[in-house]
């Protein structure tokens, strides 16, 4: 690292793509973390149907699964959409496999 003129400071590429490795190993980091913080609150039953949405199964394939009712399965979604604050099947698949 060197400073040049007007106050500018130069960096050699080792030194910026060192720094881009460790920022997004800690955003990456970070991302799990709130993954993880988010999908805690779900109850045993709402995570085994988040995992089969992330899965890419419908509802229908989900309750045939589960043997529970496809509106039980409505329900943990709406319950499930809520806690994590997402919004859609695929909002919730990218936060399951995040990290």
Same mark, same amino acid.
């Given at each position: 690292?060197? $400073?040049? %003129? !007007? !106050? ?5 590429? #080792? ?12 955003? #990456?980091?970070? /991302?799990?973390?709130?993954? /993880?913080? *988010?999908?805690? !609150?779900?109850?045993? =039953?709402e995570?085994?149907?988040?995992? @089969?949405? =992330?899965? !890419?199964?419908? +509802? @229908?394939?989900? =309750?045939? +699964?589960? +043997?529970? %009712?496809?509106?039980? $399965?409505? =329900?943990?979604?709406?319950?499930i ?7 859609? *099947? @695929? %909002?919730?698949?990218? @936060?399951?496999?995040?990290?």
């Open positions: 690292m060197r $400073v040049i %003129s !007007g !106050g500018a400071v130069w960096l050699g590429q #080792k030194v910026i793509q060192q720094l881009i490795l460790e920022s997004y190993s800690k955003l #990456k980091e970070q /991302g799990a973390l709130e993954s /993880g913080q *988010r999908l805690a !609150g779900l109850t045993p =039953a995570h085994k149907v988040a995992e @089969l949405v =992330a899965q !890419g199964q419908s +509802n @229908l394939e989900i =309750a045939f +699964n589960l +043997n529970i %009712s496809e509106r039980t $399965v409505k =329900a943990h979604l709406t319950s959409y809520e806690k994590t604050k997402t919004g859609s *099947r @695929l %909002s919730l698949a990218l @936060l399951i496999n995040r990290g």
